[in-house]
Every structure is written in C-alpha cells, then in structure tokens.
C-alpha cells in the first residue's frame, strides 16, 4: 500500500508540474507553404536535370569513342580503296601492254607466214621432189652440200619462228586471261570497299548528327538549369522574407517556377486516352483526351488565370499564364472553378470536363511555347 501511496503522489506531483494544455503548433501562413512547396519542386527538378546532364555528357563520350573508330575505319578503307584503284590502274595498263605485244606478235607471226608461204610455193613449184628437184638444180656438185645445209637451215627457221609465235601466242593468251580474272577480281573488291566506305560514311554522320544533337540538348539543358536556379533563388529571397515577418507578396506576383525546365515532368491535365492528336483533325493546335465525365480537368504548372469563361470553338474555356510567353488551355469544360486573374497550384481544379466535338466526355487541351503551339505529349510525364 505504501508503494502504490508513492506512486500516486509522483503521478499528482508531475501532472501538476505539467501546463494544462500544451501550445498549439504555430501554423505557417499559405504563401510560405505554397513558396517551400515550390522549392522542393524546384531542387527535385535540378537534380533531375544535373541527372540528365550527367548522362547527355555520358552519351556523348561515349559517342565520340565510336566517332573516333569509326574515322580511323574510313581512313583504313580509303587507304584500302586507294591501293585497290592502283592495283586495278597497274593491272589495266599489264592488260593493254599484253593485248598491244599480242598484236604486234600476231603482226610478226602474219609476216613470217607470208614468208613461209611464199617459200611454199616456190617449193610447190619444183614439184614432188621439191628439196631433191632444188639440191640436184645445183650446177657444181661441190655446193650440194652447202646447198643441204642451207635448205635444211631455212626448214628449220621457218618451223622454228612458227613454234616459237605460237608458244609465245599462248603465254601472252594465258597472262592476258589472268589479267582480265584479276581485273574483276580487284572490280569486286573497289565495289565492296566502296560499298562499306559509304557505310562507314553514313555511319560517321549518323554519329556526328547525334553528337552535335547532344551538344544542343546540353545547351539547353544548362539554359533550362540557369532558369530554374533564377527562380528557385527568387524563392529562397521570398521564403526568407516570409519568415522574418515581411508583408507577403500578392498572389499575381509572388515568385513562380518557370515551365520549360520542366519539359518532359510536367502532370497531365486529366487521367484518359489521348483521342485527337496534335495537327490533326478540326483543332490541330493542341489535343483531345478522352476521360470520365465530369473529372477534374487539373492545372499542370502553376501560373495566373489570363482568361476563364466560354469562347467559341472551345465551350467553356481556361487559360492559365506561365510567364515568358508561356500558355495552357484547357477547353470543352462543363463548369470553371476559378477566375480571371486568381493564381492557380498545380494540380489544382480549374473546372470539370465536359463534353468533346465527338459526343464523348473529354477534354480539349493546348500548350503554347513562346507564343507558338507545340505537342504536348512531349512535355507531360511519359506513362
């Protein structure tokens, strides 16, 4: 009993000790949440973009290690070319030498011929005899034999020019056919060479084309950080100047994100299935997104109501500022939830979807640029 006597008196004792009601949590006013909202977003999109630009300057490294081969395999097949055309110059020039020696030999081998021939005759002319009828002509019996001699030298030197024209005929056919094969073969080869220069020459610009794609999307990548980080600035300064009591700044000016270095991140507008496409059908500047009746119809970027009400061709229409020329529309709207001139939070309602040109419930959607529309699938969150 004693011990439980202690225990209620230090139960007693420290809820005395303890205020009545502890003090409510100070409640932070809704500029400074919108502002800490904003940059939250804001420093998850830089580092997004640093990610990007990591891997952009990843890709092209490795871009230009395959470039870099990719020139030394050209160089290796011009110079692969280049001997071939020189092999195919050497060998033609072989091959009309051959052909100019083959004709003089048949020229030669025709002379000789006729010489033979013309022998022949004379020969033919002695009658059966002809060398025995041409021997016993010879007045002085001492020449008959230098006669023999001379008749049988001429025998021979005729047969002789005759086989020697023919063996060199032949070897001068045979280089002249091995020439001609050489000839297509080093044809096929220039035309295989060539076939895989202009490989390697559309590849290299492939690559080049890519690189310099690279370049430019790291350009704007670098431009898009510069924005976001002007902006995210702007609302540490407003930040600061809400927590050190200042009067807040008025919802049209207070500090905003800018909308292109979210390219790519931005929400869609509503959950459905694109039904009109961008430059096509009735309305190509913008698209069709097919969803629920009555869904809310969301803002994708915060930004100022420019224009909220019913315009023509478009039903019920919302149109939301970004600043730097920088629009979003949303149409065929069943109701408007908010007004012109109010600042809107992504993600907040501007109004419920009607119904489309088509009959079925959707909503009409543009995004505009710098002025200019462009597709905005290529802008939201791919899914």
Do not use: C
Not at 62 to 79: A, F, N, V
Not at 187 to 195: P, Y
Not at 317 to 327: N, S
């Amino acid at each position: 009993m004693a011990n439980l006597s202690f225990n209620g008196l230090l139960v007693a004792a420290l809820a005395a000790a303890l205020p009545a009601q502890l003090p409510p949590l100070p409640v932070k006013p809704p500029e400074q949440v919108r502002a800490e909202a904003q940059a939250r977003r804001a420093n998850e999109r830089l580092q997004a973009l640093q990610r990007e630009a990591d891997r952009l300057a990843s890709e092209e490294k490795s871009l230009l290690g395959e470039l870099r081969k990719l020139e030394i395999e050209r160089q290796l097949k011009t110079e692969e070319l280049n001997r071939i055309n020189a092999d195919a110059a050497k060998v033609g020039a072989d091959l009309v030498a051959t052909t100019n020696r083959m004709t003089l030999l048949l020229q030669a081998e025709l002379a000789s011929r006729r010489r033979v021939q013309s022998r022949l005759a004379e020969m033919y002319k002695l009658g059966e005899a002809r060398y025995v009828r041409l021997l016993l002509s010879t007045s002085d019996l001492r020449r008959v034999g230098e006669a023999t001699r001379t008749v049988s030298a001429l025998s021979k030197i005729d047969r002789d020019q005759i086989e020697e024209h023919q063996k060199r005929l032949a070897e001068l056919g045979s280089t002249r056919v091995t020439l001609e094969e050489r000839a297509k073969t080093l044809e096929s080869l220039r035309a295989q060479a060539q076939t895989a220069r202009a490989a390697l020459d559309r590849a290299t610009k492939a690559r080049a084309e890519l690189v310099d794609d690279i370049d430019r999307q790291r350009d704007l990548n670098a431009q898009l950080t510069g924005e976001l980080q002007a902006a995210e600035q702007r609302l540490q300064t407003e930040l600061r100047a809400l927590k050190a009591g200042a009067p807040g700044s008025s919802p049209a000016d207070a500090a905003a994100l800018p909308l292109k270095p979210f390219r790519g991140d931005l929400d869609w507008p509503v959950a459905g299935t694109v039904r009109g496409r961008f430059g096509r059908g009735g309305r190509p500047k913008g698209i069709e997104i097919g969803t629920a009746d009555a869904a809310a119809a969301l803002a994708i970027h915060e930004g100022v109501v420019a224009f909220a009400g019913a315009f023509s061709g478009f039903g019920n229409l919302v149109i939301v500022d970004h600043g730097a020329q920088t629009f979003s529309l949303y149409g065929d709207l069943l109701d408007i939830a908010v007004a012109r001139g109010a600042r809107v939070e992504r993600g907040q309602p501007l109004g419920s979807v009607g119904a489309l040109p088509t009959g079925s419930a959707g909503l009409y959607f543009e995004l505009r640029v710098d002025g200019e529309a462009v597709d905005p699938l290529q802008w939201f969150k791919k899914r």
